[in-house]
T-cell receptor, first 115, second 114 residues
Framework: ETGVTQTPRHLVMGMTNKKSLKCEQHLGHNAMYWYKQSAKKPLELMFVYSLEERVENNSVPSRFSPECPNSSHLFLHLHTLQPEDSALYLC??????????????FGAGTRLSVL | GQSLEQPSEVTAVEGAIVQINCTYQTSGFYGLSWYQQHDGGAPTFLSYNALDGLEETGRFSSFLSRSDSYGYLLLQELQMKDSASYFCAVRDIRSGDSNYQLIWGAGTKLIIKP
């Protein structure tokens, strides 16, 4: 148990559906992240929130929409996805301090399949 | 561009020692981290090196040479439960003093045979 919980663990959706991924952390961290993990590729950082403000958006398509209502919760809203969006979506959190290690704690991920 | 290179797969025997290498090319450098991920599981933090040298944590050690932009993870007395993917990641210093970015390698799948 890492202290970061993601739901659902598996999701199958059609290209016209709208769904949301949820992440919750119980570690008192001040930053939360969404990553996309595809086989044999580096983790792709999608979004970063610090103190509920979005600080990074790495050129992610608008069909992915993040939401961070408070420091413990993070959502990723999905709509009109493409088959190439099928991947494992990982949420992480960390305590970001100047000069610190920025150790990230991950959830187990949501395995997304887009048909 | 910024990149980290690590072998895609390494095979070793139970009880042996294995070394997983990571070379990096980034615009800045704050430290090198290692994470372990079992199939179907979450990546979990293993170690962090900010200065040159060897850091030891039980059966796992991590080494860094900043002058060579190189590090490795050393696993001793391998156990079957060590079968997993291992990722190196560099904490980068970006413009605007962002503390948030980690640049990731593609991961090394460690296969352990009895």
């Amino acid at each position: 148990e890492t202290g970061v919980t993601q739901t659902p663990r598996h999701l199958v959706m059609g290209m016209t559906n709208k769904k949301s991924l949820k992440c919750e952390q119980h570690l008192g961290h001040n930053a939360m992240y969404w990553y996309k993990q595809s086989a044999k590729k580096p983790l792709e950082l999608m979004f970063v929130y610090s103190l509920e403000e979005r600080v990074e958006n790495n050129s992610v398509p608008s069909r992915f929409s993040p939401e961070c209502p408070n420091s413990s919760h993070l959502f990723l809203h999905l709509h009109t996805l493409q088959p190439e969006d099928s991947a494992l979506y990982l949420c992480a959190s960390s305590l970001v301090l100047e000069g610190a290690k920025n150790i990230q704690y991950f959830g187990a991920g949501t395995r997304l399949s887009v048909l | 561009g910024q990149s980290l290179e690590q072998p895609s797969e390494v095979t070793a025997v139970e009880g042996a020692i294995v070394q997983i290498n990571c070379t990096y090319q980034t615009s800045g450098f704050y430290g090198l981290s290692w994470y372990q991920q079992h199939d179907g599981g979450a990546p979990t933090f293993l170690s962090y090196n900010a200065l040159d040298g060897l850091e030891e944590t039980g059966r796992f050690s991590s080494f860094l040479s900043r002058s060579d932009s190189y590090g490795y993870l050393l696993l001793q007395e391998l156990q079957m439960k060590d079968s997993a993917s291992y990722f190196c990641a560099v904490r980068d210093i970006r413009s605007g003093d962002s503390n948030y970015q980690l640049i990731w390698g593609a991961g090394t799948k460690l296969i352990i045979k009895p």
